[in-house]
Each structure stands twice: as C-alpha cells, then as structure tokens.
C-alpha cells in the first residue's frame, strides 16, 4: 500500500506563490510517475501537473503552464508543486497522486494512489 500525504496548502493573495508537497511512503518512490490534480466546488477534478518516474520528463495544463513547476526529490519521496503567479481560478482542492504509467500521465485513470488533497484559496 502507498501513502501520499500532501501540505502546503492555505489562503494566498492574487499573484502571491505557494509550494505544495506530497510525501509518499509505503513502496520505492522512484517506481512511480508522481502528478497533482485539482478539484474546485461543483467540478470535475482537473490535470494540473506530472512528472514521470524515470527521466524526470514533466507536463503540465495549459492553465498553469509558466506559472506551476512540477518537481521530485527520490532522496526524499516527495514531490513538490511550485505555484506562482496564483490567480482566484487557482482555487481549489489540490491532490497529489501516484501511479506506475509510462511518462507523464494527464488522466485520473493513470494513477492508482491519492493523498487526502489540500486546500488553496487565492484571494481577489
């Protein structure tokens, strides 16, 4: 079993930044393609970033690009979302996930383990 609990959530000013972690534990982090997702009230949850298990290859939404960076540390088991240049549509539920495809995978159905998701809000 995989446990993946994320931090760094929390209330932020419009063009303020936060970092966002998710530390995994349970099975060798470095098997997984690691990726964060959002989910705002009322909505379906949304792709925001990826990163893939072995070259480090990474994607991310249109809606981020330029502003989100998707990172890991295998030392560590975790793996990071810089968010930058935040905006009020940036608020919402973040999760992070865990799953063994190939690159970096963009669907909810790629990942196998979710973290229980934090909250960010961007402030008007």
């Known amino acids: 079993q995989v446990q993946l609990v994320e931090s760094g959530g929390g209330l932020v000013q419009t063009g303020g930044s936060l970092r966002l972690s998710c530390a995994v534990s349970?099975?060798?982090?470095?098997?997984?393609?690691m990726g964060w997702f959002r989910q705002a009230p009322g909505k379906e949850r949304e792709f925001v970033a990826a990163?893939?298990?072995?070259?480090?290859?990474?994607y991310n939404s249109d809606s981020v690009k330029g502003r989100f960076t998707i990172s890991r540390d295998n030392a560590k088991n975790t793996v990071y979302l810089q968010m930058n240049s935040l905006l009020p549509e940036d608020t919402a539920v973040y999760y992070c996930a865990a799953g063994t495809a190939i690159g970096a995978p963009r669907q909810v159905s790629d990942y196998n383990y979710w973290g229980q998701g934090t909250q960010v809000t961007v402030s008007s």
């Open positions: 990163i893939s298990r072995n070259d480090g290859s990474t």
């Open positions: 349970g099975r060798p982090f470095s098997r997984y393609a």
